[in-house]
């Protein structure tokens, strides 16, 4: 993570956001839309072009872009019947053209899944400040994507609540210094990221296999889509959250701990040397650590209410079960193991996950998938971009394979 100065004197800061209409994205527009000092230069997104007509009519961004050619077209024709000005393109090349305008100051990367690291990566080589929600670009290409922000001058800050958290308890010359920095010669022990647990925190595990679409994804405190909120019941969100604070923060994997709050009220915490440890509070809400990254090192009015104290009725901490949470120890293994890992990890939990939201697999099946994807590629290599890709498009292969043989 490399942060350079910014002019914050700007009228105004044009911004970008990559996937406006998933729940990120829609945060961003509600903090942009309660600060003018930030206007929307474009909007891009998959297939809801019912949303993105609601966005462009409100935000007049200067361009748009949609996923296919057919979405791209409705919103189009429904825009032009608006009188609407904003410039309509589909495809993830002309994502990335966008993100590289000189006219963009921020990139929001909002994009779930390994569809947002090129449109990423591009933003990354423009050297602009990006704003990274999307943890797949790290978990897919950690060293190629910190080596890029470090060759380009991009700024990097993290909008994971919990990234933003370990951020905030930085020192400021850590977080100046990012992927550069020491956190033993800054006084840190460990960084302690924290997990609510998910819904089935407390269900018996023997009934885990039969969990339901609904129930998983129910989030008990965050609002968040569907394909994250599966994650988080799995806790391979943890573990991606895991691989993606190795690269953040320069960390080995000794550097790391998960801890349990089903709270999620502490967002996660810095342990010191001396004994102190530093902790980032709030409500759980996204618009806090986005208000963060899109001011820093400003702060502003993100419309999140304070946390009442008065309200709390008790913070708990517990380690995490990995034989309750298999997806996570798996996440956390690849991490140690390296960048094919950790891509063909990422890879796989996205076909697994796709799999179960469509009924195909059940909720324990998705941790079997996984591992034997894993299991089947322990050579694969991952130094370019290329290999990457490639890797990516293996693992996908393979995990294809295991559904239509073993679940159909």
Same mark, same amino acid.
């Given at each position: 993570?490399?942060?350079?100065?910014?002019?914050?004197?700007?009228?105004?800061?044009?911004?970008?956001?990559?996937?406006?209409?998933?729940?990120?994205?829609?945060?961003?527009?509600?903090?942009?839309?309660?600060?003018?000092?930030?206007s929307v230069f474009?909007?891009?997104?998959?297939?809801?072009?019912?949303?993105?007509?609601?966005?462009?009519?409100?935000?007049?961004?200067?361009?748009?872009?949609?996923?296919d050619e057919q979405?791209?077209?409705?919103?189009k024709s429904a825009?032009?019947?608006?009188?609407?000005?904003?410039?309509?393109?589909?495809?993830?090349?002309?994502?990335?053209?966008?993100?590289?305008?000189?006219?963009?100051?921020?990139?929001?990367?909002?994009?779930?899944?390994?569809?947002?690291?090129?449109?990423?990566?591009?933003?990354?080589?423009?050297?602009?400040?990006?704003?990274?929600?999307?943890?797949?670009?790290?978990?897919?290409?950690?060293?190629?994507?910190?080596?890029?922000?470090?060759?380009?001058?991009?700024?990097?800050?993290?909008?994971?609540?919990?990234?933003?958290?370990?951020?905030?308890?930085?020192?400021?010359?850590?977080?100046?210094?990012?992927?550069?920095?020491?956190?033993?010669?800054?006084?840190?022990?460990?960084?302690?990221?924290?997990?609510? +647990?998910?819904? &089935?925190?407390?269900?018996?595990?023997?009934?885990?296999? /039969? !969990?339901?679409?609904? =129930?998983? @994804?129910? $989030? %008990?405190?965050?609002?968040?889509?569907?394909?994250?909120?599966?994650?988080?019941?799995?806790?391979?969100?943890? +573990?991606?959250? &895991?691989?993606?604070?190795?690269?953040?923060?320069?960390? /080995? !994997?000794?550097?790391? =701990?998960? @801890?349990? $709050? %089903?709270?999620?009220?502490?967002?996660?915490?810095?342990?010191?040397?001396?004994?102190?440890?530093?902790?980032?509070?709030?409500?759980?809400?996204?618009?806090?650590?986005?208000?963060?990254?899109?001011?820093?090192?400003?702060?502003?009015?993100?419309?999140?209410?304070?946390?009442?104290?008065?309200?709390?009725?008790?913070?708990?901490?517990?380690?995490?079960?990995?034989?309750?949470?298999?997806?996570?120890?798996?996440?956390?293994?690849?991490?140690?193991?390296?960048?094919?890992?950790?891509?063909?990890?990422?890879?796989?939990?996205?076909?697994?996950?796709?799999?179960?939201?469509?009924?195909?697999?059940?909720?324990?099946?998705?941790?079997?998938?996984?591992?034997?994807?894993?299991?089947?590629?322990?050579?694969?290599?991952?130094?370019?971009?290329?290999?990457?890709?490639?890797?990516?498009?293996?693992?996908?292969?393979?995990?294809?394979?295991?559904?239509?043989?073993?679940?159909?």
């Amino acid at each position: 993570m490399i942060l350079n100065t910014f002019d914050v004197n700007h009228n105004q800061q044009q911004v970008c956001i990559l996937g406006s209409t998933g729940s990120i994205g829609v945060s961003t527009l509600d903090v942009i839309r309660q600060n003018p000092q930030f206007s929307v230069f474009a909007l891009t997104a998959g297939k809801n072009d019912t949303l993105m007509l609601a966005q462009c009519i409100e935000f007049k961004p200067d361009f748009a872009v949609m996923h296919d050619e057919q979405s791209a077209g409705r919103l189009k024709s429904a825009l032009h019947s608006h009188n609407s000005e904003t410039k309509v393109f589909s495809s993830t090349s002309a994502m990335c053209d966008l993100v590289k305008a000189h006219e963009v100051d921020i990139v929001m990367s909002a994009i779930v899944g390994a569809a947002g690291l090129l449109p990423t990566l591009a933003a990354v080589e423009a050297g602009k400040k990006v704003l990274l929600a999307n943890k797949e670009s790290l978990v897919m290409s950690g060293q190629l994507f910190i080596d890029k922000v470090k060759k380009h001058g991009a700024t990097l800050l993290p909008i994971d609540s919990e990234h933003n958290a370990i951020f905030q308890c930085l020192p400021r010359k850590m977080q100046k210094s990012g992927h550069n920095g020491n956190l033993l010669e800054q006084g840190i022990s460990k960084i302690l990221l924290t997990g609510s +647990g998910g819904p &089935f925190l407390k269900r018996d595990v023997n009934t885990l296999s /039969s !969990v339901t679409v609904d =129930e998983a @994804v129910a $989030h %008990p405190n965050w609002s968040m889509g569907r394909k994250i909120s599966v994650d988080s019941a799995t806790m391979m969100n943890k +573990g991606l959250e &895991f691989i993606e604070a190795k690269w953040l923060f320069n960390a /080995s !994997v000794d550097d790391i =701990e998960v @801890v349990i $709050h %089903p709270q999620s009220i502490i967002h996660s915490m810095v342990q010191y040397r001396d004994g102190s440890v530093l902790a980032q509070m709030g409500n759980p809400d996204m618009r806090t650590p986005i208000a963060h990254a899109l001011a820093y090192p400003s702060r502003i009015d993100s419309g999140v209410k304070p946390l009442d104290f008065t309200s709390v009725a008790d913070f708990s901490f517990t380690a995490p079960d990995l034989s309750r949470y298999p997806n996570l120890k798996l996440a956390m293994d690849a991490c140690r193991l390296g960048q094919a890992a950790t891509t063909v990890i990422n890879a796989a939990n996205e076909v697994a996950v796709s799999a179960f939201l469509s009924n195909k697999v059940g909720f324990t099946d998705i941790y079997k998938i996984n591992a034997q994807v894993l299991n089947k590629m322990p050579s694969a290599q991952a130094i370019t971009l290329d290999d990457i890709l490639d890797v990516d498009k293996n693992a996908r292969i393979y995990a294809f394979e295991i559904i239509n043989k073993e679940f159909a």
